[in-house]
């Protein structure tokens, strides 16, 4: 099984609906991630969580939400999706205790089109 | 704002063929870190180098980092066609909480 994994896969969705895209690791880090990619743009971060009780916004929050449910579930939400959040969206974790630098496990990605 | 730019954004090359690629960073940095992204699919680390090294290897890889210029660059070696994905390179300022910054990567194809 995966490490991290993520739920759904891929989803079509409609302007104005609200969606939950969810995140979980069996590794066990302290640190989880939500990007999404857009073709041309690379990857940028959305909401990054150091703990369940520490959540802080990316570059491009606005439009989205998160909840750090357990250590190893992290999901981010749409409240009312529109197309141009139609992307490519990745979870991430880390473990940056003992000076590992902060290298980053993805999870495969789910597929979002908002129609 | 995104960190790295990466150079070039797309290197076509032969079996065999050495393959560069060369990235760009702006802040102070503890690390840099190459990931590699198979069509579609999430990102895979690669190699990380501190920002008190200057060069280091891995398998057919070697990455160096230039501080002064702000700048690193990842050489694969004797490229393979199961070498054709995404290279990016990332970066954590010191001042973010160490979330790293992705460029917008380097597609690289790896012909037969």
């Known amino acids: 099984d995966a490490d991290v994994t993520q739920t759904p896969r891929n989803r079509i969705t409609k302007t104005g609906k609200r969606i939950m895209l969810e995140c979980s690791q069996t590794k066990g880090h302290d640190r989880m991630y939500w990007y999404r990619q857009d073709p041309g743009l690379g990857l940028r971060l959305i909401y990054y969580?150091?703990?369940?009780?520490?959540?802080n916004k990316g570059e491009i929050s606005d439009g989205y939400s998160v909840s750090r449910q357990a250590q190893a579930k992290f999901s981010l939400s749409l409240e009312s999706a529109i197309p141009n959040q139609t992307a490519l969206y990745f979870c991430a974790t880390s473990d940056f205790r003992g000076g590992k630098g902060n290298i980053q496990y993805f999870g495969a990605g789910t597929r979002l089109s908002v129609l | 704002s995104q960190q790295g730019e990466e150079d070039p954004q797309a290197l076509s090359i032969q079996e065999g063929e050495n393959a560069t690629m060369n990235c760009s960073y702006k802040?102070?940095?503890?690390?840099l870190q190459w990931y590699r992204q198979n069509s579609g699919r999430g990102l895979v680390h690669l190699i990380l180098?501190?920002?008190?090294?200057r060069e280091k290897h891995s398998g057919r890889l070697r990455v160096t980092l230039d501080t002064s210029k702000k700048s690193s660059s990842l050489l694969i070696t004797a490229s393979r066609a199961a070498d054709t994905a995404s290279y990016f390179c990332?970066?954590?300022?010191?001042?973010?909480?160490?979330?790293?910054?992705f460029g917008k990567g380097t597609s690289l194809l790896v012909t037969p």
């Open positions: 990332a970066t954590p300022p010191m001042d973010s909480g160490y979330a790293l910054n």
């Open positions: 180098i501190r920002s008190n090294e």
């Open positions: 969580s150091f703990d369940v009780k520490d959540i």
């Open positions: 802040t102070s940095i503890n690390n």
